[in-house]
T-cell receptor
Framework: QKEVEQNSGPLSVPEGAIASLNCTYSDRGSQSFFWYRQYSGKSPELIMSIYSNGDKEDGRFTAQLNKASQYVSLLIRDSQPSDSATYLCAVNPYYKLSFGAGTTVTVRA | SQTIHQWPATLVQPVGSPLSLECTVEGTSNPNLYWYRQAAGRGLQLLFYSVGIGQISSEVPQNLSASRPQDRQFILSSKKLLLSDSGFYLC??????????????FGEGSWLTVV
């Protein structure tokens, strides 16, 4: 079983719609969760971190964490063409991150 | 503010040649340092991490090695490259607080093509 699993996509959404990305993890002791965005050919950049159960909002992004279900998600509201990228879920059970394979999102104008 | 730089950005190397990628972090002291590799169309694979000078942990056995000669310098090396070493190499850092949950920040990356 992989430590972090994501829907591989690609996920295609129309401009202005909500993109929903899902991630599950295997280590029940994990305490820290991150979403990174990676444009083609570039390095990952941090979008959000979440540590407690529930929702965390930052602009058009909302991260949701459910530790009991070992599930973390990312919602992108009012999707823009500039949101087209690969989104990486990362989990930190200790002091090194484990990454999912990423979900590629394409926003159609 | 903290910054991380790695170089070279792109390189093409023949099979069997040596490799040296270098990374430096500025604006912080005693960071955790990491080398990740991303093969084409695949996720990030942790290669090495370091919690201090001379302290290197290897995650994946392979023909690569890492060294940390100074507090904020991290070097990835190989004596003889293989075709399978091609990929996107990322240096990263996080604060060393002795606990989990530290955000990892990435450098610009180095594209390696072994021919």
């Amino acid at each position: 079983q992989k430590e972090v699993e994501q829907n591989s996509g690609p996920l295609s959404v129309p401009e202005g719609a909500i993109a929903s990305l899902n991630c599950t993890y295997s280590d029940r002791g994990s305490q820290s969760f991150f979403w990174y965005r990676q444009y083609s050919g570039k390095s990952p950049e941090l979008i959000m971190s979440i540590y407690s159960n529930g929702d965390k909002e930052d602009g058009r992004f909302t991260a949701q964490l459910n530790k009991a279900s070992q599930y973390v998600s990312l919602l992108i509201r009012d999707s823009q063409p500039s949101d087209s990228a690969t989104y990486l879920c990362a989990v930190n059970p200790y002091y090194k991150l484990s990454f999912g394979a990423g979900t590629t999102v394409t926003v159609r104008a | 503010s903290q910054t991380i730089h790695q170089w070279p950005a792109t390189l093409v190397q023949p099979v069997g040649s040596p490799l040296s990628l270098e990374c430096t972090v500025e604006g912080t002291s005693n960071p955790n340092l990491y080398w990740y590799r991303q093969a084409a169309g695949r996720g990030l694979q942790l290669l090495f991490y370091s919690v201090g000078i001379g302290q290197i942990s290897s995650e994946v056995p392979q023909n690569l090695s890492a060294s940390r000669p100074q507090d904020r310098q991290f070097i990835l090396s190989s004596k003889k490259l293989l075709l399978s070493d091609s990929g996107f190499y990322l240096c990263a850092w996080s604060r060393n607080t002795g606990s989990s949950g530290n955000t990892i920040y990435f450098g610009e990356g180095s594209w390696l093509t072994v021919v």
